[in-house]
C-alpha cells in the first residue's frame, strides 16, 4: 500500500538514505531488509559512537536509534545527531514501555516520533514516509522563504520610476507567495494526518480502542461547531480528542482493556496519573501545547470531584470540558466504563442525567444538538463512490479507514491512478468493502 519515500530536497540524485542504530544484528538486518526494496539506502551501525562516525562521514537523511545500548544509549546518542546535524529527521526504536526514557529522548533528543519493538511493518514505513515528507516540505518553505527575502531586497533596489520593472518583479513576489502558501498548507495537512496515523497505533493495542479517538475528536468538533467556537479553537479541541488516550501508552494490556469499574485501589491510581502523562508527553511540541492543557483537564468534572487538578466549573477548560462529554459517550458505549456497553441511547440519556453534576450543562446542550441534529446542518461529507468508480484526481472528503479503524488515507487527499490501485488491492486483499466518500467539486 506504501508509495516510495521522496528523495531528500538537498540531493535530488540520490534516494532517501537511512542510518538504523541498534546493538542487535537481526534487528539490523530486519530493517535493512525492510526498507531497502522500496528504494532507499540503508546504512547501519552497532552502537551510538558507531553512528556517529558514519553521520561524520556521509549525508544522512534519518536516523532510526535503538533506545537501550550499552555504551552511548539512544538518548544520548540523538540528543548528539540533534546539536551537530540538526536537519537529520530523528526516531526512536523501543522495547520498553519507559515514559521516562522516552521523554528524555523527546526532550533532549528532539525525535519526531517513537516506535516499539516489536514493530509493525506498514507502520514503520508510513512514519519514515511521513517525516520525509515532512522534512522535504519544511525544505521547500526554507528556500521559498528565502526566494522571498532576495526578491524583495532586490525590488527595495530598483529605481522608483522604473514602473514596469517593478511590476514585473510584483508579478514575480505574488507568485513566490502563492506557491509559499501552498506549501503551509500542505505542510499543515501533513501535520494533522501524522497525528490521526500516530493516534491509530496508540489504539492497536487494545481491541476495543480502535476507532475511539477519531469518534471522540469527531464528536468534539460536531459539538463546537454548535456552541459557534473559532476555527483555532475547535482544532485544538479536535486534535485533544485524537491524543486524549496517550497518557496511557504505558499500561499493562490487562489494565488498557480492564473497564473503570472493575479497577482496585492500586489500578485506579495509575489510571488517574494519566491525564498528567499525556500533558506532559505533548507539552514539548509547541503546536501542542494548548491541546496538552486540554488533555490534562479532560476527566475533570463540572462538581469538583473528578482528577488530577479538582477543578470545578468554568475553571475547567472549555475544550476539556467538550472532550470529557465526546470521551464519555463513547467508552459508554464500547465498555471501558462498566462492564455492560450501553446502547447510543442509553449514553446519550446517561449524559444528560449527569448534566450540572459531571457536564458543563452548556455543552450538554450542545452536546445534545449534535446528536439528535437540531439547530444546525452538518456540512456535507461528500458523495460516497464504490472503489471502481474512483478517478485520478478526486479528493477525500472523509477519512478513508479499514474495519478495525487503522487510517489509509486522510481527508482531502487526491487521488492518483497508483493510489486508486492500491486501494482495490487492499479491499480484495483484506477481503473488506470500502465506500470512498469524495468531494463533489473534485470530481469529473
Not at 461529507?381 to 478526486?394: D, I
Not at 486508486?420 to 483484506?430: N, P
Amino acid at each position: 500500500m506504501m508509495e516510495p519515500l521522496p528523495r531528500p530536497e538537498a540531493d535530488s540524485e540520490r534516494p532517501a538514505r537511512i542510518l538504523c542504530v541498534d546493538d542487535e544484528p537481526n534487528i539490523l538486518t530486519a530493517l535493512r531488509r525492510l526498507f531497502r526494496p522500496l528504494g532507499y539506502e540503508v546504512l547501519i551501525a552497532e552502537s551510538g559512537e558507531a553512528g556517529l562516525k558514519v553521520l561524520e562521514s556521509a549525508e544522512v537523511d534519518i536516523v532510526v536509534s535503538d533506545m537501550r545500548m550499552p555504551g552511548m544509549d539512544g538518548t544520548q546518542f540523538l540528543e548528539c545527531v540533534r546539536i551537530r546535524w540538526p536537519d537529520t529527521v530523528r526516531l526512536l526504536l523501543t522495547g520498553y514501555a519507559d515514559i521516562r526514557s522516552i521523554l528524555g529522548a523527546i526532550n533532549r533528543g528532539e525525535i519526531y516520533r517513537y516506535i516499539t519493538k516489536p514493530w509493525d511493518d506498514n507502520d514503520i514505513v508510513l512514519v519514515v514516509r511521513h517525516a520525509l515528507e515532512r522534512k522535504a516540505l519544511e525544505a521547500e518553505k526554507r528556500r521559498l522563504e528565502a526566494l522571498t527575502y532576495e526578491q524583495n531586497e532586490e525590488l527595495k533596489a530598483l529605481n522608483a520610476n522604473l514602473e514596469s520593472k517593478v511590476a514585473a518583479r510584483t508579478a514575480e513576489l505574488r507568485k513566490v507567495h502563492d506557491e509559499l502558501l501552498v506549501s503551509n498548507e500542505r505542510l499543515k495537512a501533513n501535520y494533522l494526518t501524522s497525528i490521526k496515523v500516530f493516534s491509530s497505533m496508540i489504539e492497536m493495542r487494545g481491541a476495543n480502542l480502535a476507532g475511539h479517538s477519531r469518534r471522540v475528536a469527531d464528536l468534539s468538533r460536531r459539538i463546537t461547531t454548535r456552541m459557534g467556537l473559532d476555527s483555532f479553537e475547535s482544532q485544538n479541541i479536535f486534535i485533544a480528542g485524537l491524543l486524549h488516550s496517550i497518557g496511557k501508552i504505558g499500561f499493562s494490556d490487562d489494565l488498557l482493556s480492564l473497564p473503570l469499574s472493575l479497577m482496585n485501589g492500586e489500578q485506579l491510581g495509575q489510571y488517574r496519573k494519566y491525564p498528567i502523562r499525556g500533558e506532559q508527553l505533548l507539552m514539548p511540541l509547541e503546536d501542542l501545547r494548548e491541546a496538552a492543557r486540554i488533555v490534562r483537564s479532560h476527566q475533570e468534572r463540572f462538581d469538583g470531584e473528578g482528577f488530577p487538578d479538582g477543578l470545578a466549573g468554568f475553571d475547567i477548560p472549555l475544550g476539556a470540558r467538550v472532550l470529557a462529554i465526546a470521551s464519555d459517550y463513547d467508552n459508554l458505549q464500547i465498555g471501558a466504563l462498566a462492564q455492560r456497553r450501553l446502547r447510543p441511547d442509553e449514553a446519550f440519556n446517561a449524559i444528560v442525567g449527569n448534566r450540572g453534576k459531571r457536564y458543563d450543562p452548556l455543552v450538554v446542550s450542545a452536546f445534545q444538538d449534535a446528536i439528535q441534529g437540531r439547530n444546525i446542518v452538518d456540512p456535507p461529507q461528500g458523495e460516497p463512490l464504490r472503489v471502481s468508480a474512483l478517478q485520478p484526481g478526486m479528493a477525500l472528503a472523509r477519512d478513508l479507514v479499514t474495519r478495525d479503524g487503522s487510517l489509509l488515507l486522510s481527508a482531502e487527499h487526491v487521488l492518483s491512478e497508483r493510489l486508486i490501485r492500491q486501494i482495490a488491492d487492499f479491499e480484495k486483499s483484506s477481503n473488506e468493502s470500502f465506500t470512498v466518500y469524495v468531494l463533489t467539486e473534485h470530481k469529473k
